[in-house]
């Protein structure tokens, strides 16, 4: 009760100040607690190649965090007007990502311009869709047949994809994974304004398939990966051993700016390759689908694009903005009821509803549709369904009895990853808990897990398997 108290205002605070104030105060490290922190470094990866069938560079985790936070000057877009200007406002945030970073092939350890970091504990994973060795790249979601172009029937690929963090928001990941075996989850996690987020997705397709199936995917960046491209894989035991080494194509970027500025807090852009274009520095061919800094909370009209013909614009959304130039921007689904979303996400969800969910532990799933129960009590435009469609301040958890991870689902997923890990460690195997019916205190707990609380919470049946240590 008290701590809903807490949140409450903490929210307010939020509301009027952006996140700067509740930082202060929850990002405070006890004093001593660096003395001892185990800084013995994280994995760079968990899967490559053998030896011969690849020899090349390697990906390097940057994990040397800032213990301070990085007091330079903000980048130029801090100063553009994001709703006016959006396009502007894009191309600078594009450019601030790709500076030092296209000529080097995104191995940031040689970019000359500035520092950029990795997430650590993205390497394990318990469904094998860890982080491999040739570019840092992990297994996402599956792409649906159809679901980026009319002539695309093929249903087994899916996307690869590596985030990056610039030196504001790597200061953050250092103060929770300050001791490298005791992360610090014990209170709200806030970004500091000025923090910069990236990713850069791409898609198992053939090369034969992305040119006959998706022709915006011409003239493609092609990476190589370690990666299990076939998708329908992904359900099975031990889906690593389908990896190989293979040749995946640049589709997609996401971009996310803590900016004081936005009623939020969070600032979230995306960016489609348009291969088409064809322009001479093929990273420019992946050009502004649109901007979004809130949910529009009051839209609860149910509609869906899965498998676009034409891009739908959404004229009654106040905090989306979509690219409308329809010889630029090829046909794409976006996100529920044409809220802001890439081409390989979920056309039911936004980038803004997965994201807000981002917290330890991870009680909330990312959409009720990802679990047929949770789905069943809060069907689309229902109260239930919108508590995802909510504008969540920055540093505010989704879930009242958890702690945010501040939009962050890289991070909420580090800790989620590393207690997975160190429960196989320990011997308390997963498959313990899914035939635990013996054992008192997880028969308690599975049964609090299955049952729903009212319509509108999500019911926590793939709640995460966490113990106590
Ligand atoms: C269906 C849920 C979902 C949607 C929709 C979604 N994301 Fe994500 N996103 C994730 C997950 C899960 C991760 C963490 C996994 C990963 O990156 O490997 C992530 C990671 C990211 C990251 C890396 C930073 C971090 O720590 O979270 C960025 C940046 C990002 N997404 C931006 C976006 C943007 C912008 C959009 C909309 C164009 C979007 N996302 C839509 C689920 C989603």
Redesign the pocket.
Same mark, same amino acid.
């Given at each position: 009760m008290k701590k809903t108290l807490a949140i409450s205002a903490l929210c307010i605070l939020a509301i009027v100040n952006g996140c700067s104030k509740k930082q202060e105060k929850t990002q405070d490290t006890p004093p001593g607690a660096a003395a001892t922190a185990d800084k013995t470094p994280f994995p760079d990866f968990g899967y490559l190649p053998p030896p011969n069938e690849y020899s090349g560079p390697v990906f390097k985790l940057s994990q040397d965090y800032p213990d301070a936070v990085p007091n330079g000057p903000l980048p130029e877009f801090f100063e553009t007007d994001y709703k006016k200007d959006w396009r502007k406002y894009l191309e600078q945030v594009q450019a601030y990502c790709f500076e030092g970073n296209t000529e080097v092939d995104f191995r940031v350890e040689y970019n000359k311009t500035r520092a950029w970091y990795h %997430?650590p504990w993205?390497h394990f994973s318990l469904t094998g869709s860890g982080r491999e060795g040739i570019h840092g790249l992990?297994q996402?979601?599956p792409v649906q047949p159809f679901q980026l172009a009319p002539t695309q029937s093929s249903d087994s690929a899916g996307a690869v994809? #590596? @985030?990056f963090?610039n030196d504001v928001a790597g200061y953050t990941i250092g103060q929770v994974w300050k001791d490298h075996y005791a992360p610090d989850h014990s209170k709200d996690v806030a970004f500091k304004n000025g923090a910069v987020?990236?990713?850069l997705l791409f898609v198992t397709l053939t090369e034969k398939e992305a040119v006959s199936q998706v022709p915006w995917l011409a003239n493609g960046i092609w990476w190589d990966g370690y990666v299990v491209s076939n998708f329908k894989r992904m359900g099975e035991p031990d889906p690593a051993i389908y990896r190989h080494k293979t040749k995946v194509v640049l589709i997609?970027m996401? #971009? %996310?700016i803590r900016d004081d500025r936005a009623p939020t807090g969070w600032i $979230? @852009? !995306?960016f489609q390759y348009n291969g088409k274009l064809n322009k001479p520095d093929s990273w420019q061919n992946l050009i502004p #689908?649109g901007i979004?800094w809130g949910d529009d909370p009051q839209d609860s009209t149910n509609a869906s694009n899965p498998q676009p013909t034409k891009t739908i614009i959404n004229p009654n959304l106040k905090e989306t903005i979509i690219n409308p130039d329809a010889n630029e921007l090829p046909a794409t689904h976006l @996100?529920w009821n044409s809220r $802001? !979303?890439?081409p390989v996400? !979920?056309p039911m *969800? *936004?980038?803004?509803?997965?994201?807000s969910t981002?917290e330890y532990p991870q009680y909330a799933l %990312? *959409?009720p549709l990802f679990n047929e129960d949770t789905a069943k009590v809060n069907p689309p435009g229902s109260a239930g369904w919108m508590r995802w469609f909510r504008n969540l301040p920055c540093g505010t958890p989704f879930s009242s009895d958890a702690h945010s991870m501040d939009?962050?689902?890289?991070?909420? %997923?580090s800790l989620q990853n590393f207690y997975d890990w160190k429960a196989k460690q320990a011997g308390l195997f997963y498959d313990a808990y899914k035939s635990s019916e013996q054992r008192p205190m997880m028969k308690a707990a599975r049964e609090e897990a299955e049952m729903p609380e009212e319509a509108a919470q999500p019911v926590r049946k793939v709640q995460p398997i966490t113990f106590p240590y």
């Open positions: %997430m993205q992990t996402e979601a994809a #590596v @985030g963090y987020l990236f990713k997609q996401d #971009v %996310m $979230l @852009g !995306n #689908v979004m @996100g $802001l !979303n890439g996400d !979920n *969800s *936004s980038c803004f509803s997965c994201h981002a %990312m *959409s939009f962050s689902l890289q991070l909420a %997923m």
